[in-house]
């Protein structure tokens, strides 16, 4: 009989956050209207002993309409992870899906707390769904394996 599944959460912390406002304190006299542009990425390192360490990097990026850089905000946060008794299929799901969503609580709190703390109203950002990032990722490995030029969004 094979290693009951198991999965585990070790430990959460913050791996790097930065937080640049280029145009302080002249940003501040106008109105706040920027556009937000999300970066979202996930590193998985396996760490040994069925461990892994996922760091989930948000990089929230405010711009003015004429294109201008009014705040960046980038925050890493990691996990570290146990994980055993599952496929390998089954584990690359999980560290590209369930990790990344225990630590965008934590993340989303950081970088809303980091815009406050510049000065700038507060950014909260909307639930992202990891799962459907995994499985379009998969469909354009798919087509790009096939020969099809991936799918734009």
């Known amino acids: 009989m094979g290693t009951p599944p198991e999965f585990a959460l070790e430990r959460i912390y913050v791996k790097d956050l ?4 280029p145009r302080a304190p002249e940003v501040f006299r106008g109105p706040w209207q920027p556009q937000i542009q999300l970066d979202i990425n996930t590193r998985t390192t396996a760490l040994g002993d069925e461990r892994f360490e996922v ?3 948000v990089t929230a990026h405010a711009k003015s309409n004429e294109g201008q850089s009014l705040m960046i905000v ?15 299929d089954r584990v690359r799901r999980l560290l590209s899906t369930h990790c ?10 950081s970088i809303d707390t ?5 000065g700038f109203p507060p ?4 639930p992202v769904n990891f799962d459907a990032m995994f499985d379009e990722a998969l ?4 087509g790009t394996a096939a020969g099809t030029p991936p799918v734009q969004h």
């Not at 980038?74 to 390998?88: A, M, P, S, Y």
């Not at 469909?139 to 798919?142: E, L, S, T, V, Y």
């Open 18 to 21: 930065s937080f640049e406002s």
């Open 55 to 57: 760091v989930l990097t």
């Open 74 to 88: 980038e925050v890493q946060q990691g996990g570290v992870f146990r994980i055993r008794g599952l496929t390998e």
């Open 100 to 109: 990344p969503t225990i630590l965008f609580p934590y993340i989303r709190e």
């Open 114 to 118: 980091l815009a406050v703390k510049g």
């Open 123 to 126: 950014l909260l950002l909307a």
């Open 139 to 142: 469909k354009r490995q798919a």
